[in-house]
Protein backbone atom coordinates (compact mmCIF):
# COMPACT_ATOMS: atom_id res chain seq x y z
CA UNK A 1 0.00 0.00 0.00
CA UNK A 2 1.14 3.57 -0.53
CA UNK A 3 2.14 5.59 1.94
CA UNK A 4 1.30 9.34 0.41
CA UNK A 5 -1.54 10.07 -1.65
CA UNK A 6 -0.20 12.86 -4.43
CA UNK A 7 -3.18 15.48 -5.13
CA UNK A 8 -1.81 17.47 -8.24
CA UNK A 9 -4.69 19.82 -9.76
CA UNK A 10 -4.23 20.98 -13.23
CA UNK A 11 -5.52 23.59 -15.01
CA UNK A 12 -3.62 24.52 -18.30
CA UNK A 13 -0.55 23.06 -17.41
CA UNK A 14 0.73 21.70 -20.38
CA UNK A 15 4.07 23.47 -19.93
CA UNK A 16 4.55 22.68 -16.42
CA UNK A 17 3.43 19.23 -15.66
CA UNK A 18 5.61 17.79 -16.71
CA UNK A 19 8.35 19.34 -14.78
CA UNK A 20 5.98 18.68 -12.34
CA UNK A 21 5.52 14.88 -12.35
CA UNK A 22 9.31 14.24 -13.38
CA UNK A 23 10.00 15.47 -9.24
CA UNK A 24 7.25 13.14 -8.34
CA UNK A 25 7.91 9.98 -9.77
CA UNK A 26 11.91 10.46 -9.16
CA UNK A 27 11.33 10.39 -5.29
CA UNK A 28 14.08 8.29 -3.55
CA UNK A 29 11.33 6.82 -1.44
CA UNK A 30 10.20 5.11 -4.14
CA UNK A 31 7.32 5.10 -7.09
CA UNK A 32 5.85 2.53 -5.11
CA UNK A 33 5.08 4.55 -1.87
CA UNK A 34 3.13 7.13 -3.95
CA UNK A 35 0.04 7.07 -5.34
CA UNK A 36 -0.73 9.92 -7.42
CA UNK A 37 -4.11 11.38 -7.96
CA UNK A 38 -3.86 14.14 -11.24
CA UNK A 39 -7.48 16.13 -11.89
CA UNK A 40 -7.63 17.54 -14.90
CA UNK A 41 -9.88 20.99 -14.12
CA UNK A 42 -11.90 21.35 -17.76
CA UNK A 43 -7.89 22.41 -19.10
CA UNK A 44 -8.34 23.94 -23.46
CA UNK A 45 -4.64 22.90 -24.03
CA UNK A 46 -2.54 19.76 -23.71
CA UNK A 47 -2.82 18.96 -19.96
CA UNK A 48 -5.13 15.86 -20.41
CA UNK A 49 -3.21 14.40 -23.23
CA UNK A 50 0.19 14.80 -21.02
CA UNK A 51 -1.62 13.31 -18.14
CA UNK A 52 -3.11 10.11 -20.39
CA UNK A 53 0.76 9.67 -21.29
CA UNK A 54 1.80 9.52 -17.53
CA UNK A 55 -0.94 7.48 -16.73
CA UNK A 56 0.13 4.94 -18.98
CA UNK A 57 3.74 5.05 -18.12
CA UNK A 58 3.02 4.35 -14.59
CA UNK A 59 -0.64 3.00 -14.55
CA UNK A 60 -0.46 1.70 -11.03
CA UNK A 61 0.81 4.40 -9.12
CA UNK A 62 -0.96 7.41 -10.98
CA UNK A 63 -4.95 7.93 -11.44
CA UNK A 64 -6.27 11.01 -13.90
CA UNK A 65 -9.53 12.38 -13.24
CA UNK A 66 -11.23 14.54 -16.09
CA UNK A 67 -13.91 17.97 -15.05
CA UNK A 68 -15.79 19.31 -18.28
CA UNK A 69 -16.35 22.68 -15.92
CA UNK A 70 -13.48 24.57 -14.34
CA UNK A 71 -14.03 24.18 -10.52
CA UNK A 72 -11.18 25.36 -9.03
CA UNK A 73 -8.61 24.04 -7.26
CA UNK A 74 -10.42 23.25 -3.74
CA UNK A 75 -12.90 21.34 -5.56
CA UNK A 76 -10.27 19.13 -7.67
CA UNK A 77 -8.10 18.56 -3.90
CA UNK A 78 -11.73 17.50 -2.16
CA UNK A 79 -12.82 15.31 -5.29
CA UNK A 80 -9.07 13.81 -5.39
CA UNK A 81 -9.34 13.34 -1.24
CA UNK A 82 -12.39 10.95 -1.72
CA UNK A 83 -10.41 8.49 -3.74
CA UNK A 84 -7.06 8.72 -1.73
CA UNK A 85 -6.45 5.39 0.20
CA UNK A 86 -3.09 6.26 1.91
CA UNK A 87 -2.29 7.41 5.59
CA UNK A 88 -0.88 10.40 4.41
CA UNK A 89 -2.13 13.15 1.97
CA UNK A 90 0.30 15.61 -0.17
CA UNK A 91 -0.81 18.65 -2.09
CA UNK A 92 0.82 19.76 -5.06
CA UNK A 93 0.24 22.61 -7.83
CA UNK A 94 0.67 21.51 -11.04
CA UNK A 95 3.51 23.76 -12.10
CA UNK A 96 5.76 23.64 -8.33
CA UNK A 97 8.27 21.20 -8.24
CA UNK A 98 9.87 19.09 -5.01
CA UNK A 99 13.13 18.37 -4.12
CA UNK A 100 13.72 14.63 -4.62
CA UNK A 101 14.07 13.63 -0.97
CA UNK A 102 11.25 15.38 -0.05
CA UNK A 103 8.78 12.62 0.60
CA UNK A 104 11.57 10.44 2.35
CA UNK A 105 12.53 13.43 5.22
CA UNK A 106 8.42 14.43 5.62
CA UNK A 107 7.43 10.84 5.93
CA UNK A 108 10.33 10.03 8.36
CA UNK A 109 9.62 13.09 10.25
CA UNK A 110 5.67 12.22 10.71
CA UNK A 111 6.07 8.65 11.41
CA UNK A 112 8.52 9.32 14.57
CA UNK A 113 6.72 11.94 15.82
CA UNK A 114 3.01 10.62 15.35
CA UNK A 115 2.60 14.39 14.05
CA UNK A 116 -0.74 15.23 12.76
CA UNK A 117 0.90 17.47 9.79
CA UNK A 118 4.54 17.49 9.08
CA UNK A 119 5.77 21.05 7.06
CA UNK A 120 8.78 22.23 5.32
CA UNK A 121 10.21 25.36 4.03
CA UNK A 122 9.49 26.78 0.34
CA UNK A 123 11.70 28.42 -1.68
CA UNK A 124 10.16 31.42 -4.77
CA UNK A 125 11.63 29.89 -7.73
CA UNK A 126 10.82 31.45 -11.50
CA UNK A 127 13.53 28.63 -13.22
CA UNK A 128 11.83 27.38 -16.28
CA UNK A 129 13.82 23.93 -15.68
CA UNK A 130 13.71 21.19 -13.05
CA UNK A 131 16.22 22.68 -10.87
CA UNK A 132 17.03 21.71 -6.79
CA UNK A 133 19.61 22.78 -4.62
CA UNK A 134 22.87 22.20 -3.74
CA UNK A 135 21.69 23.00 0.32
CA UNK A 136 18.19 22.45 1.48
CA UNK A 137 19.51 23.13 5.37
CA UNK A 138 17.83 26.53 6.68
CA UNK A 139 20.35 26.62 9.78
CA UNK A 140 17.54 26.67 12.04
CA UNK A 141 16.53 23.79 14.66
CA UNK A 142 13.64 21.61 13.79
CA UNK A 143 10.88 21.68 15.97
CA UNK A 144 7.98 19.38 17.16
CA UNK A 145 4.94 20.94 18.63
CA UNK A 146 2.10 19.31 20.70
CA UNK A 147 -0.41 21.94 21.28
CA UNK A 148 -2.50 20.06 24.21
CA UNK A 149 -3.79 23.20 26.26
CA UNK A 150 -6.64 26.02 25.47
CA UNK A 151 -3.32 28.51 26.11
CA UNK A 152 -1.24 26.77 24.16
CA UNK A 153 -3.69 26.65 21.44
CA UNK A 154 -4.50 30.46 22.11
CA UNK A 155 -1.13 31.32 21.44
CA UNK A 156 -0.29 29.00 18.60
CA UNK A 157 -3.46 30.73 16.63
CA UNK A 158 -2.49 34.62 17.88
CA UNK A 159 1.46 33.55 16.04
CA UNK A 160 -0.56 31.85 13.10
CA UNK A 161 2.34 28.93 13.91
CA UNK A 162 1.82 27.40 10.41
CA UNK A 163 1.24 28.84 6.81
CA UNK A 164 -1.75 28.38 5.40
CA UNK A 165 -0.53 27.07 1.94
CA UNK A 166 -1.89 23.33 1.31
CA UNK A 167 1.53 22.55 -0.58
CA UNK A 168 4.55 22.08 1.34
CA UNK A 169 3.16 19.39 3.82
CA UNK A 170 2.06 16.03 4.25
CA UNK A 171 -1.33 15.78 6.87
CA UNK A 172 -2.59 12.36 8.27
CA UNK A 173 -5.77 11.16 5.92
CA UNK A 174 -7.71 10.25 9.04
CA UNK A 175 -6.66 13.90 10.40
CA UNK A 176 -8.72 15.41 8.07
CA UNK A 177 -11.45 13.43 7.96
CA UNK A 178 -12.14 12.82 11.12
CA UNK A 179 -12.44 16.48 11.40
CA UNK A 180 -14.11 17.08 8.71
CA UNK A 181 -11.25 19.76 6.76
CA UNK A 182 -12.04 20.27 3.32
CA UNK A 183 -11.48 23.10 0.75
CA UNK A 184 -14.37 26.08 -0.04
CA UNK A 185 -15.54 24.91 -3.68
CA UNK A 186 -15.46 26.96 -6.80
CA UNK A 187 -13.03 30.05 -5.14
CA UNK A 188 -9.84 30.81 -5.23
CA UNK A 189 -7.77 32.20 -2.00
CA UNK A 190 -9.09 28.85 -0.87
CA UNK A 191 -6.12 27.65 0.92
CA UNK A 192 -6.42 30.20 4.27
CA UNK A 193 -9.73 28.54 4.93
CA UNK A 194 -8.10 25.61 4.81
CA UNK A 195 -5.18 26.08 6.76
CA UNK A 196 -7.36 28.17 9.28
CA UNK A 197 -9.17 24.75 10.42
CA UNK A 198 -5.76 23.39 10.46
CA UNK A 199 -4.69 25.40 13.19
CA UNK A 200 -7.80 24.97 15.35
CA UNK A 201 -7.54 21.03 15.28
CA UNK A 202 -4.30 19.62 15.11
CA UNK A 203 -2.31 18.24 18.17
CA UNK A 204 0.97 17.65 16.65
CA UNK A 205 3.14 19.43 14.32
CA UNK A 206 6.65 18.99 12.69
CA UNK A 207 8.49 22.27 11.46
CA UNK A 208 11.47 20.63 9.06
CA UNK A 209 13.96 23.58 8.36
CA UNK A 210 14.55 22.70 5.33
CA UNK A 211 13.72 24.00 1.57
CA UNK A 212 12.52 20.93 -0.27
CA UNK A 213 9.47 22.90 -2.19
CA UNK A 214 9.74 25.25 -4.93
CA UNK A 215 6.84 27.55 -5.90
CA UNK A 216 6.62 28.57 -9.27
CA UNK A 217 6.03 32.46 -9.41
CA UNK A 218 3.81 32.20 -12.27
CA UNK A 219 2.97 35.75 -13.60
CA UNK A 220 -0.64 33.77 -15.07
CA UNK A 221 -1.85 32.89 -11.67
CA UNK A 222 -4.99 33.95 -10.67
CA UNK A 223 -4.11 35.59 -7.70
CA UNK A 224 -1.67 37.77 -9.30
CA UNK A 225 -4.16 38.73 -12.41
CA UNK A 226 -5.00 42.24 -12.65
CA UNK A 227 -8.47 43.58 -12.07
CA UNK A 228 -9.50 40.12 -11.70
CA UNK A 229 -13.34 38.85 -10.58
CA UNK A 230 -11.51 36.56 -8.89
CA UNK A 231 -10.12 38.71 -6.34
CA UNK A 232 -13.89 38.50 -4.68
CA UNK A 233 -13.31 35.20 -3.74
CA UNK A 234 -10.91 36.26 -0.94
CA UNK A 235 -14.32 38.36 0.73
CA UNK A 236 -15.95 35.09 0.22
CA UNK A 237 -13.81 32.77 1.66
CA UNK A 238 -13.35 34.87 4.35
CA UNK A 239 -17.22 35.06 5.32
CA UNK A 240 -17.28 31.16 5.23
CA UNK A 241 -14.70 31.01 7.27
CA UNK A 242 -16.13 33.20 10.06
CA UNK A 243 -19.38 31.23 9.68
CA UNK A 244 -17.39 28.01 9.99
CA UNK A 245 -15.36 29.21 12.95
CA UNK A 246 -19.02 30.49 14.32
CA UNK A 247 -21.17 26.91 13.67
CA UNK A 248 -18.02 25.03 15.26
CA UNK A 249 -18.27 27.37 18.00
CA UNK A 250 -14.35 27.94 17.93
CA UNK A 251 -15.89 31.45 18.89
CA UNK A 252 -16.42 30.91 22.41
CA UNK A 253 -13.40 30.12 22.97
CA UNK A 254 -10.50 31.81 20.83
CA UNK A 255 -12.39 35.03 19.93
CA UNK A 256 -9.92 37.22 20.38
CA UNK A 257 -7.36 35.15 18.61
CA UNK A 258 -9.93 34.55 15.88
CA UNK A 259 -10.84 38.08 15.98
CA UNK A 260 -7.24 39.24 15.17
CA UNK A 261 -6.24 37.06 13.02
CA UNK A 262 -9.12 37.97 10.57
CA UNK A 263 -8.09 41.18 10.74
CA UNK A 264 -4.50 39.93 9.16
CA UNK A 265 -5.76 37.92 6.92
CA UNK A 266 -9.43 39.38 6.20
CA UNK A 267 -8.62 42.98 5.95
CA UNK A 268 -4.75 43.46 5.71
CA UNK A 269 -5.02 40.56 2.89
CA UNK A 270 -7.58 42.09 0.79
CA UNK A 271 -6.27 45.74 1.16
CA UNK A 272 -3.35 44.42 -0.25
CA UNK A 273 -5.17 42.63 -3.14
CA UNK A 274 -6.89 46.14 -4.20
CA UNK A 275 -3.37 48.44 -3.98
CA UNK A 276 -1.70 45.73 -5.80
CA UNK A 277 -3.90 43.81 -8.33
CA UNK A 278 -6.09 46.78 -9.33
CA UNK A 279 -5.01 49.49 -11.69
CA UNK A 280 -7.00 51.72 -10.33
CA UNK A 281 -7.95 50.54 -6.33
CA UNK A 282 -11.75 50.71 -6.41
CA UNK A 283 -13.14 52.45 -3.93
CA UNK A 284 -16.37 50.71 -3.24
CA UNK A 285 -14.66 47.10 -2.78
CA UNK A 286 -12.77 48.98 0.03
CA UNK A 287 -16.16 50.67 1.80
CA UNK A 288 -17.44 46.97 1.39
CA UNK A 289 -14.34 45.24 3.47
CA UNK A 290 -14.73 48.28 6.03
CA UNK A 291 -18.58 47.15 6.59
CA UNK A 292 -17.27 43.58 6.91
CA UNK A 293 -14.82 44.58 9.35
CA UNK A 294 -17.04 46.86 11.45
CA UNK A 295 -19.90 44.13 11.46
CA UNK A 296 -18.03 41.24 12.85
CA UNK A 297 -15.77 43.20 15.13
CA UNK A 298 -17.50 45.94 16.14
CA UNK A 299 -14.72 47.10 18.88
CA UNK A 300 -11.61 45.80 16.99
CA UNK A 301 -9.39 48.53 18.45
CA UNK A 302 -9.84 46.60 21.62
CA UNK A 303 -8.71 43.10 21.24
CA UNK A 304 -5.77 42.70 23.58
CA UNK A 305 -3.34 41.47 20.91
CA UNK A 306 -3.79 44.48 18.83
CA UNK A 307 -2.33 45.94 21.54
CA UNK A 308 -0.22 44.02 23.26
CA UNK A 309 2.04 42.40 19.60
CA UNK A 310 4.19 45.00 18.43
CA UNK A 311 2.85 46.31 14.92
CA UNK A 312 4.93 48.22 12.11
CA UNK A 313 3.62 51.72 13.20
CA UNK A 314 2.40 51.83 9.36
CA UNK A 315 -0.42 48.94 10.35
CA UNK A 316 -2.02 51.33 13.07
CA UNK A 317 -2.77 53.83 10.46
CA UNK A 318 -4.17 51.16 8.19
CA UNK A 319 -6.27 49.90 11.03
CA UNK A 320 -7.60 52.82 12.16
CA UNK A 321 -8.83 53.53 8.35
CA UNK A 322 -10.99 50.91 8.88
CA UNK A 323 -13.27 53.98 10.94
CA UNK A 324 -12.55 56.27 8.78
CA UNK A 325 -14.81 58.01 6.27
CA UNK A 326 -13.93 57.91 3.00
CA UNK A 327 -14.30 59.31 -0.23
CA UNK A 328 -12.51 58.90 -4.09
CA UNK A 329 -10.12 61.28 -3.26
CA UNK A 330 -9.01 60.78 -0.06
CA UNK A 331 -9.13 56.89 -0.72
CA UNK A 332 -6.86 57.40 -3.47
CA UNK A 333 -4.51 59.70 -1.60
CA UNK A 334 -4.40 56.29 0.87
CA UNK A 335 -3.58 53.46 -1.57
CA UNK A 336 -0.99 55.57 -2.95
CA UNK A 337 0.33 56.20 0.33
CA UNK A 338 0.21 52.61 0.78
CA UNK A 339 2.05 51.85 -2.48
CA UNK A 340 4.63 54.09 -1.21
CA UNK A 341 5.27 52.53 1.92
CA UNK A 342 5.01 49.04 1.22
CA UNK A 343 3.06 46.58 2.73
Avoid at 70 to 85: I, P
Avoid at 155 to 183: G, H, P, T, W, Y
Wanted: net charge negative; glycine share 2%; with cysteine.
Amino acid sequence: MAKVSVIIPCFNAQFYIDRCLTSVTSQSIGIDSLEIICVDDASTDNTWEKLQQWEQRYPNQIMILHFDTNSRQGTARNVALQYATSPWISFVDSDDWIEPDYYQKLLYCGEQTASDIVICKTIRDSSLELSFLDNTKTGEPNRFMVIDSLEKRKLFLVLRSMDSLACAKIVRKDFLLENQIFFPEYLTYEDTYWGSLLHLYTNRVYFLEETLYHYYINEHSSVLQSNSEHHLDLLTVQMRLWNEWEERGFLENFREELEYDFLHSCYLRFLKVLVYRYQTPPLSLFLLLQQLIQKRIPDFLNNSYLQQIEQPDFYKILFQAITLPMNKESFMEFTTSIQRIGM
